[in-house]
């Protein structure tokens, strides 16, 4: 049995902490903030309860592998439901369409709505799933930065049919070669952001991310997203994996080149293992200071942050479900400004996020609860209050433009997060939401690995190290460092 000290208590955390736990390890998680969760944070105001983080919440079966990992049956501590409706999508030239969950349902769909082919669509979301089934297991479920990743039966299939995962074309050059609608190929498009990345640089490999939607689900949990680390947490209590709040690491201690334990604002905790799971950046530069850093992967480009607005509204709306977006009439234009020109488009996408949909105790009666995001460069130096100041007015006129309301007459609560806020709430370096970007072919090797090279013992799970950000991938970043480790 080996002491193992888990740094933060985000969903890699997390998982990584509970894996290592089950395989039978003293497991301690040291977190700075006085609650679990990182990201997944909750806000509540006036009757109104906002998830203030991730909202869309897929491959729910990888936070069920973690009670399954204890013998526990998740439905009695976690539950979710599968939502009917994936997005409702809105341009300006007057298009709306409704994303059935049912594949067969939405090709159907969009073929009307989009003027194209029904076979065509069919296809793209059958060459989708290939992608995803060439390539999940080997991307996501394995460290690439071990020889035999390599060798597995799988890589060699992924290799043998490498032509089919459109790697060195990009997304956007994909979709367009697929439709002729331009905003079909918007829509798809958009799935570049579920990384934070841009559809004009990521590769055309990204175009296997419908298929999260559209084969696994898009879900819902009972009790809204913080509910998944609370019920993750409890886990981890029942099972003797010990929390300490309140208490922020300040070193990672080593010698003769061997983890020795991580000393915290209120002492010091003897380990033989350390597992990060903050943002790498953070890691080496707060607690690390003296080991040479990995500056070019740290130097990686960010994926992008967000500016939110958390408003309660005091109408309901029937046209609108729990995920919407209301596309910008320049796409192109919208990833450079983010990517290129480090500046907030004034013409952002928006994506209005409403859980009392699913659960209407999230909102007072005839109300809703609007989580209201745009893609915006991560920051450096930029004057956010300025930025958040237009961000909401064009937000304010685009909606109540689209939905034929005075939306400012119906707002009367109000938070908001930017850049500066997500990295001093979560240590997210420059406010990335999903640590680096996927805008190069080969982001994906060039993340940091989930061990280190210079200390034995230190292990690395969270979005900004292998296999990147996001939920599901930081689910599984833990189950690669537990895979790493022995059992105890
Ligand atoms: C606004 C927003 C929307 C998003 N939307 C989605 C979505 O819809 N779906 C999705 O799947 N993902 C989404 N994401 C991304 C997702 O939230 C993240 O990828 C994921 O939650 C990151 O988890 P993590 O394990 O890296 O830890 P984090 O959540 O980054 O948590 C790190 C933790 O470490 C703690 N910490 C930092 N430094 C120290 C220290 N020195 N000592 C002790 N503790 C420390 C912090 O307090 C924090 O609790 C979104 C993110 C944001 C911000």
């Not at 296997?208 to 689900?217: D, K, N, R, S």
């Not at 690995?449 to 799970?461: A, D, E, R, V």
């Amino acid at each position: 049995m080996s002491h193992v000290i888990v740094i933060g208590s985000g969903i890699g955390s997390l998982a990584s902490a509970l894996r290592l736990r089950a395989k039978g390890h003293k497991v301690k998680v040291i977190e700075a903030n006085e609650k679990v969760g990182g990201k997944l944070d909750v806000h509540r105001s006036m009757g109104y309860r906002w998830d203030t983080g991730p909202s869309l919440f897929t491959m729910p079966h990888f936070v069920d592998e973690l009670f399954k990992l204890f013998n526990e049956n998740p439905r009695e501590h976690f539950n979710y439901q599968k939502q009917p409706i994936v997005c409702n999508y809105f341009w300006e030239d007057g298009t709306r369409f409704s994303s059935n969950a049912q594949t067969e349902k939405f090709c159907e769909d969009a073929a009307k709505t989009f003027n194209e082919p029904k076979q065509k669509i069919a296809d793209y979301l059958a060459k989708s799933a290939l992608k995803y089934d060439l390539t999940a297991s080997l991307f996501l479920e394995k460290s690439l930065h071990k020889f035999s990743t390599y060798t597995s039966i799988q890589a060699a299939k992924s290799v043998l049919k490498m032509g089919k995962l459109d790697i060195p074309s990009t997304l956007n050059e994909v979709n367009e070669a697929s439709f002729s609608n331009p905003n079909l190929i918007q829509l798809f498009n958009r799935f570049a952001t579920y990384n934070g990345s841009s559809p004009y640089k990521t590769p055309g490999i990204m175009s296997m991310i419908p298929t999260l939607e559209m084969q696994f689900g898009t879900f819902y949990p009972q009790g809204g997203m913080r509910s998944i680390v609370e019920s993750l947490h409890a886990l981890g209590e029942r099972n003797g994996v010990e929390f300490f709040f309140n208490e922020k690491a300040t070193s990672i201690d080593y010698s003769k080149g061997k983890i020795t334990g991580v000393t915290t604002e209120k002492g010091f905790y003897n380990a033989e293992i350390v597992v990060s799971g903050i943002d790498a950046f953070y890691t080496y530069t707060s607690l690390l200071p003296k080991l040479k850093a990995p500056t070019k992967t740290l130097g990686q480009e960010k994926s992008s942050s967000a500016i939110i607005f958390y408003w309660g509204v005091k109408k309901s709306f029937p046209e609108l479900d729990l995920h919407n977006i209301f596309f910008s009439e320049n796409y192109r234009e919208e990833f450079d400004a983010i990517f290129n020109q480090k500046k907030r488009s004034k013409d952002s996408t928006i994506y209005l996020n409403i859980s009392s949909k699913a659960d209407s105790n999230d909102a007072p009666q005839k109300c809703e609860n609007w989580f209201v995001m745009i893609n915006v460069p991560t920051n450096e130096g930029q004057n956010w209050k300025q930025l958040v100041a237009e961000a909401k007015t064009q937000i304010i006129e685009k909606l109540s433009r689209s939905l034929n309301i005075n939306l400012n007459e119906l707002i009367e609560s109000e938070e908001v997060l930017d850049p500066v806020k997500i990295e001093l709430k979560t240590s997210s370096h420059q406010g990335s939401l999903y640590g680096s970007a996927s805008n190069s072919k080969f982001s994906a090797f060039l993340r940091h690995p989930n061990f280190s090279n210079q200390i034995k013992g230190l292990y690395f799970c969270g979005g900004s190290v292998h296999p990147g950000g996001g939920i599901p991938l930081c689910l599984k970043s833990g189950q690669i460092v537990a895979d790493l480790i022995p059992e105890a």
